[in-house]
């Protein structure tokens, strides 16, 4: 079992920066790969950012060149460096983690943007 828990979630102007972060616990060892899903209010869950054990990282075209991902491995700990923030970037945040055989996902961090 994978526990994550994210914060770092807060009300930010247009423009600004914010930094999410999730904490891994729990069968550490058996994560592939861990990443960042968001979920805007009437719209399907869509991924962000994913970074696996070995460092490869990928983004989705509406986080690419604004956002961040990385990983800390001695504090089991994945962050998301998200700047220019966007009116459209308001929405729950999740961290996800997979393995071979689970997703797990946390609670959610919400992301409000004001204009």
């Known amino acids: 079992q994978v526990q994550l828990v994210e914060s770092g979630g807060n009300l930010v102007q247009a423009g600004g920066s914010l930094r999410l972060s999730c904490a891994a616990s729990?069968?550490?060892?058996?994560?592939?790969?861990m990443g960042w899903y968001r979920q805007a209010p009437g719209k399907q869950r869509e991924l962000v950012a994913a970074?696996?054990?070995?460092?490869?990282?990928s983004y989705a075209d509406s986080a690419k060149s604004r956002f961040t991902i990385a990983r800390d491995n001695a504090k089991n700990t994945v962050y998301m460096q998200m700047n220019s923030l966007k009116p459209e970037d308001t929405a729950v945040y999740y961290c996800?983690?997979?393995?071979?055989?689970?997703?797990?996902w946390g609670q959610g961090a919400q992301v409000t943007l004001s204009s």
């Open positions: 996800n983690a997979k393995g071979f055989v689970y997703t797990c």
């Open positions: 970074i696996t054990t070995t460092g490869i990282t």
């Open positions: 729990g069968s550490i060892f058996s994560i592939n790969a």
